[in-house]
């Protein structure tokens, strides 16, 4: 079943502009969230994550901003560049171990 | 070595075909999971190792789906009598802990199932 349900589907976005991608998760066991970022024939790269005690992290150009109580979530890319063209993946871990993956949002920033 | 390592890169078998998938995680990370991607989706978990045990692997599609980590480092996924449906890429990941922190991933090995 889907846990986490990421939007939009993919996103084109001009060189120095802001690329927002959201996620809503409904397990409320789930206790860190990461972003990870794909390159084509690469696996996911760990980008940034948060914990739900926090409402928003900041490294460098990527923001995450975290609602608790909507259970949402979502990827700020400020500047974006054409070298941030990739696909993107929230994901959420609770309890245990195992890591839900959203379905990606492929991302093209236009020159 | 510096990072997650999968070979082979690419198989190509033929329907009715074994396979197996090897992955050499970061030494000395105690957690690995093998994760299935099928083209234009998410990575969907599929089983978890803590050293050398099996913890988990209710994401197996299927009991021709097999793994082991018989010495707690490199892993090996096995696939039996292969089916077009497993035409996907298989990823790797370890983590250094049980629970915390992200998932470190190798480049996958590229599956298609003639």
């Known amino acids: 079943q889907q846990q986490v349900k990421q939007s939009p589907q993919s996103l084109i976005v001009q060189k120095g502009g802001i690329s927002i991608i959201n996620c809503a998760y409904e397990?409320?066991?789930?206790?860190?969230f990461p972003w990870y970022q794909q390159f084509p024939g690469k696996g996911p790269a760990l980008l940034i994550a948060?914990?739900?005690?926090?409402s928003e992290k900041k490294e460098g150009r990527f923001t995450i901003s975290f609602n608790k109580s909507a259970k949402q979530f979502s990827l700020h890319i400020m500047d974006s560049q054409p070298g941030d063209s990739a696909t993107y993946f929230c994901?959420?871990?609770?309890?245990?171990?195992?890591?839900?993956f959203g379905a990606g949002t492929r991302l093209f920033v236009k020159a | 070595g510096a990072g997650v390592s999968q070979s082979p890169r690419y198989k190509v078998a033929k329907r009715g075909q074994d396979v197996a998938l090897r992955c050499d995680p970061i030494?000395?990370?105690?957690?690995l999971f093998w994760y299935q991607q099928a083209l234009g989706q998410g990575p969907e978990f599929l089983t978890y190792?803590?050293?050398?045990?099996?913890?988990?692997k209710s994401g197996l599609p299927s009991d021709r789906f097999f793994a082991e980590r018989p010495e707690g480092s490199v892993s090996t996924l096995k696939i039996q009598r292969t089916q077009q449906e497993d035409s996907a890429v298989y990823l790797c990941?370890?983590?250094?802990?049980?629970?915390?922190?992200?998932?470190?991933f190798g480049s996958g090995t590229q599956l298609s199932v003639l």
């Open positions: 990941a370890s983590r250094t802990d049980r629970g915390k922190g992200g998932l470190f």
């Open positions: 397990n409320t066991a789930f206790d860190y």
């Open positions: 948060i914990r739900p005690d926090v």
């Open positions: 994901a959420a871990k609770g309890g245990g171990f195992k890591t839900i």
């Open positions: 030494s000395g990370h105690v957690s």
């Open positions: 190792f803590q050293n050398e045990a099996q913890l988990d």
